[in-house]
Nanobody, 114 residues
Framework: QVQLVESGGGLVQPGGSLRLSCAASGSIFSIWAMGWYRQAPGKQRELVAAITRFNSTDYADSVKGRFTISRDNAKNTVYLQMNSLKPEDTAVYYC??????WGWGQGTQVTVSS
């Protein structure tokens, strides 16, 4: 099993940047496609970025060109670099194995506000 701990969230002004980290346990982390998800108040959780074991990436249209997902298999960690942040990016951000509907971590809060 893969267990996950997200960190790096905070309060940032519009146009600012944050870098989220997701530390994963489990010796087979490197074989899984990993994703960053977010859930805003009153909305469903959505996938915003994903990275395969071969480092192919994909992004939701709403974050394309602003967010970058990466992974370091030696550290069992996935990152999300978020630039040009907008108020609508405010949400709790989670990482998880792509397609897995259980095993969510506690998430990390990102608030974009002036």
């Amino acid at each position: 099993q893969v267990q996950l701990v997200e960190s790096g969230g905070g309060l940032v002004q519009p146009g600012g940047s944050l870098r989220l980290s997701c530390a994963a346990s489990g010796s087979i982390f490197s074989i899984w496609a990993m994703g960053w998800y977010r859930q805003a108040p009153g909305k469903q959780r959505e996938l915003v970025a994903a990275i395969t074991r071969f480092n192919s990436t994909d992004y939701a249209d709403s974050v394309k060109g602003r967010f970058t997902i990466s992974r370091d298999n030696a550290k069992n960690t996935v990152y999300l670099q978020m630039n040009s942040l907008k108020p609508e990016d405010t949400a709790v951000y989670y990482c998880n194995v792509v397609g897995r509907t259980w095993g969510w971590g506690q998430g990390t809060q990102v608030t974009v506000s002036s």
